[in-house]
T-cell receptor, first 117, second 111 residues
Framework: ETGVTQTPRHLVMGMTNKKSLKCEQH?????MYWYKQSAKKPLELMFV???????ENNSVPSRFSPECPNSSHLFLHLHTLQPEDSALYLC????????????????FGPGTRLTVT | GNSVTQMEGPVTLSEEAFLTINCTYT??????LFWYVQYPGEGLQLLLK?????DKGSNKGFEATYRKETTSFHLEKGSVQVSDSAVYFC??????????FGTGTSLTVIP
């Protein structure tokens, strides 16, 4: 596998279910991200991890719980979701999280299409 | 605050037509600007970028020029192909750790 992979690619869950999304990056990067992509809206940054520590949490409801056990893996644990949480969830990674005076390209996975019924 | 506004789609063009997708931004200081492309069923891929005013980013026949005076970074291609059908996202970052994306513009190129 190369780049950033995500599993599953599609997920349908009821509002009372618990599920997890998985992301793995094979690029040797130190930063990983979760984004939510909804129709007609800008990508919403949800969480950022740098060297396995959470560095950003953009007012995301507690029903979304991230986990980063090592710099290659990132999980998003889901429980008691709402129908409005249906979206495409994208994982991304970059070489570093913060750089002064510059920027690092983010590499994205294909996403998990989540439908909450 | 920082934000990106791009033209709403969908955009439908015939093959070999000229493409422009408008993008304007609001940012403090001097951001870096990006265009990402998302092909069906795939994640976003960096298409091109520009890190300072008057820079021109280019890749695969696409170009965009960082215009500070008009706070714009419009994407252009002289002759589109069916394979260019995708969703295009304009984005900016100030520090590299927080990216701000537009809503995306869907492009369909018909033979």
């Amino acid at each position: 596998e190369t780049g950033v992979t995500q599993t599953p690619r599609h997920l349908v869950m009821g509002m009372t279910n618990k599920k997890s999304l998985k992301c793995e990056q094979h690029l040797g990067h130190n930063a990983m991200y979760w984004y939510k992509q909804s129709a007609k809206k800008p990508l919403e940054l949800m969480f950022v991890y740098s060297l396995e520590e959470r560095v950003e949490n953009n007012s995301v409801p507690s029903r979304f719980s991230p986990e980063c056990p090592n710099s290659s893996h990132l999980f998003l644990h889901l429980h008691t979701l709402q129908p409005e949480d249906s979206a495409l969830y994208l994982c991304a990674s970059s070489q570093e999280w913060w750089v002064s005076g510059g920027s690092y390209e983010q590499y994205f996975g294909p996403g998990t299409r989540l439908t909450v019924t | 605050g920082n934000s990106v506004t791009q033209m709403e789609g969908p955009v439908t063009l015939s093959e070999e037509a000229f493409l422009t997708i408008n993008c304007t931004y609001t940012a403090t200081g001097y951001p870096s600007l990006f265009w990402y492309v998302q092909y069906p069923g795939e994640g976003l891929q960096l298409l091109l970028k520009a890190t300072k005013a008057d820079d021109k980013g280019s890749n695969k026949g696409f170009e965009a020029t960082y215009r500070k005076e008009t706070t714009s970074f419009h994407l252009e291609k002289g002759s589109v192909q069916v394979s260019d059908s995708a969703v295009y996202f304009c984005a900016l970052t100030r520090t590299g750790n927080q990216f701000y994306f537009g809503t995306g513009t869907s492009l369909t190129v018909i033979p």
